[in-house]
């Protein structure tokens, strides 16, 4: 059964670091992994696909890494801003016969503060 | 941006009663998923919906729920009789593609159960 780990569970940092965060999962076997973030109260909103085959994929000020057979991704965000402040969530889609279900991870709480 | 939307963004009902939340997926997408979120716990995944037909779902997904796509726009989730433990944001997701596109994500339902 794939598990999926995101650590840490919260960072808080000053505006302006660059930071990464850690998402881990137990089965190799997938199609993608995908980023997401979600505000207080809100739906998830998708940062970024990096499919298996690929190393990264970029947008703006974040970055993805995928090393799908050590079963871990990063998300670097630079140059952070009060605005990126929100949980951040991975979820990898099954590989196989599975219809594009995703297990996610807990997520990491970020803290931009001015 | 073409959005998932899910009405209504609240519904609170009294235990052993039927709920049916209700999205509008994005308009060319085909494949079409519900999530649950219990509050402070990981997004779990429910069913996914493809052609008509439930083509993936989890071990949550007895029989007290129900999908159905009644029109060319809607995508229906029905419990038919609610436990308190059925108190979760429910949320609508739906993708191009089964494997290689991102899942877009609605806002919520969030289901309070009395």
């Known amino acids: 059964k794939q598990e999926v780990t995101q650590i840490p569970a919260a960072l808080s940092v000053p505006e302006g670091e660059n930071l990464v965060l850690n998402c881990s999962f137990t089965?190799?076997?997938?199609?993608?992994l995908q980023w997401f973030r979600q505000d207080p109260g809100k739906g998830l909103t998708s940062l970024l696909l990096?499919?298996?085959?690929?190393r990264e994929q970029t947008s703006g000020r974040l970055n993805a890494s995928l090393d799908k057979s050590s079963g871990r991704s990063t998300l670097y965000i630079a140059a952070s801003q009060p605005g990126d402040s929100a949980t951040y969530l991975c979820?990898?889609?099954?590989?196989?016969?599975?219809?594009?279900?995703?297990?996610f991870g807990q997520g990491t709480i970020l803290t931009v503060h001015p | 941006e073409p959005e998932v939307t899910q009405t209504p963004s609240h519904q609170v009902t009294q235990m052993g009663q039927e709920v049916i939340l209700r999205c509008v997926p994005i308009?060319?997408?085909?494949?079409f998923y519900w999530y649950r979120q219990i509050l402070g716990q990981k997004v779990e995944f429910l069913v996914s919906?493809?052609?008509?037909?439930?083509?993936?779902k989890s071990e949550i997904f007895d029989d007290q729920f129900s999908v159905e796509r009644p029109d060319g726009s809607n995508f229906t989730l029905k419990i038919r009789s609610t436990k308190l433990e059925d108190s979760a944001m429910y949320f609508c997701?739906?993708?191009?593609?089964?494997?290689?596109?991102?899942?877009?994500f609605g806002d919520g339902t969030r289901l309070s159960i009395l």
């Open positions: 997701a739906s993708s191009f593609a089964r494997a290689n596109q991102p899942q877009h």
């Open positions: 089965d190799s076997a997938i199609y993608n």
């Open positions: 990096i499919q298996s085959s690929q």
């Open positions: 979820a990898v889609r099954a590989g196989g016969t599975s219809y594009g279900k995703l297990t």
């Open positions: 308009s060319n997408h085909l494949y």
């Open positions: 919906f493809y052609n008509n037909e439930i083509s993936e």
